[in-house]
Structures are given as structure tokens and as C-alpha cells.
């Protein structure tokens, strides 16, 4: 644990080692990380008939260890119930690291366990038992998401929207100067609104742009990602909720 604290007071947010790896085109390299050794080695088998490269870990030490390493995976498949903490403390203290995908695959299936995880940095949530075909989709889509480049906007690449500023290159957000430290999906769904400010978006839209139709989950996950988003820029004025609607990005005085 000293290993991991040392690596969490040396690098900044935002910063990992796949990320010079970024756009390859060989194998997914995915870390499981799963106590259960039967359920481990069922998903290995099938995530090898894929060909795709799994490590397996049984703790989140062993995790935060591992999503550290120069050579650390594409994508991370994380179960919650794990021997020596919690796997969304997990979910977080990787976040806080770095951007590598995260999919939770837990037996917990209720909305609110959802909504944590994802306000916690998860990418996606899958509940158990589930089929191969869907977690492989899962995979390709997360895999894409965090490979692509940013799609240029009418908005262009630096915008700015009263005291905020969006760096769709670099992905980088701005209050009265200072940066806000969001997630690859927060920082998605605010650029999305700001293509337009002031217009109202539909939760499946956003959804359907933002998670390119692979969220299978209720879209109570826009909500948690908004309000993750309100709280980081210290007003909810920022996003407004139309009821029954959606959200729309405004500019509080």
C-alpha cells in the first residue's frame, strides 16, 4: 500500500501509461479484477477465445497496483465485492490516477450501486450473470471511446461560455482560470451541452451521443454524471434541468 500511496502522491490526474500506447491496433490488454477464482476463470477462457490478453487480480491493492505499471491495461473489468476494500473505493483511487476505462461487473444490480460507480469514474456497469457477446460489445465500445479523438464542433476546438472555458483538444475545463478535475465521461457530457448552450437535451440523446447507444442501464446515469458535473463547478446553475425533459448548459452570473 505504501507502493500505491507513492504513486498517488507522484503523479498528477489525468496521467497514465497507456496513454502512450494509445491508438493501437493489437489486442484489448484487459485487467480482471475478480475474488471469485471459478467466475475468474470462466472470463479469462472467454475473453481469450476473443483474443483478447487478461491479467487476473483478487485485490484492490493488487489493482491499484497494476492500473499504475508502465505496461498498465486497456481496460479494467472491476468487481465490487472484493477481499480487502470496497471496489468502488477502487474505482475511485484508479480515477484519480489515471483515465484507463473501467467496467464494474458486479452482482450488485441496484440503480443506486450504479450511480455510485459511475459518479465514481466507471465507464459502464455490468450486473451479473451476463453473456460474453455483451461484454465484449462492452468492451469494444469503451475501448473506442477512450481511443478516438475529440469530434470537432461548431463550438471549435477552445470555447468559452461566460466564466467557463472547454478545451475540446485537450480536453481540459476552466473556472475563472482555475481547472476542474473531471472525468473522461463528465467532461463528454458538458461538451456535448456546450455545442449548444442554452438548448435543451434529451437524456437519451446525450446517452445516445455520449455513450454512442452502448448504455443498457436506466438513464438515471446522465443525472449522476450532471450532478458530479454541478458539484465540481460549485453552482447547479451551470446545468439546468427541465423536468421530464433533459439539461441545458447556462451561465450563471
Not at 175 to 182: K, Y
Request: charged share 25%.
Amino acid at each position: 500500500m505504501e507502493k500505491i500511496r507513492a504513486a498517488s502522491a507522484q503523479l498528477s490526474p489525468g496521467w497514465c501509461p497507456r496513454t502512450l500506447r494509445k491508438g493501437h491496433n493489437g489486442p484489448v490488454r484487459i485487467l480482471l479484477v475478480e475474488d471469485d477464482a471459478a467466475v475468474a476463470a470462466s472470463s479469462i477462457d472467454g475473453l481469450t477465445a476473443l483474443g483478447h490478453q487478461t491479467e487476473h487480480v483478487m485485490t484492490g491493492a493488487a489493482a491499484l497496483e497494476a492500473a499504475t505499471r508502465f505496461d498498465a491495461p486497456d481496460v479494467i473489468l472491476l468487481d465490487l465485492g472484493l477481499p480487502d476494500m470496497d471496489g468502488q473505493e477502487v474505482c475511485r483511487r484508479i480515477r484519480a490516477l489515471c483515465e484507463t476505462p473501467i467496467i464494474v461487473v458486479s452482482a450488485r444490480g441496484d440503480e443506486a450501486d450504479r450511480v455510485i460507480a459511475l459518479e465514481l469514474g466507471a465507464d459502464d456497469y455490468l450486473v451479473k450473470p451476463f453473456g460474453m457477446r455483451e461484454l465484449a460489445a462492452r468492451i469494444r465500445a469503451v475501448v473506442r471511446r477512450s481511443q478516438a479523438a475529440p469530434a470537432p464542433t461548431s463550438a471549435g476546438t477552445v470555447q468559452e461560455i461566460g466564466r467557463l472555458t472547454i478545451d475540446r483538444r485537450t480536453q481540459r475545463v476552466h473556472l475563472d482560470g482555475a481547472e476542474v478535475a473531471l472525468t473522461a465521461k463528465e467532461f463528454d457530457v458538458l461538451a456535448y451541452l456546450a455545442e449548444d448552450p442554452g438548448a435543451v437535451r434529451r437524456r437519451n440523446e446525450i446517452l445516445e451521443h455520449v455513450w454512442e447507444g452502448h448504455w443498457y442501464g436506466a438513464t438515471k446515469t446522465v443525472d449522476a454524471h450532471v450532478a458530479a458535473i454541478r458539484k465540481k463547478l460549485g453552482d447547479s446553475a451551470w446545468i439546468e434541468a427541465v423536468r421530464g425533459v433533459g439539461f441545458r448548459l447556462g451561465a450563471p452570473e
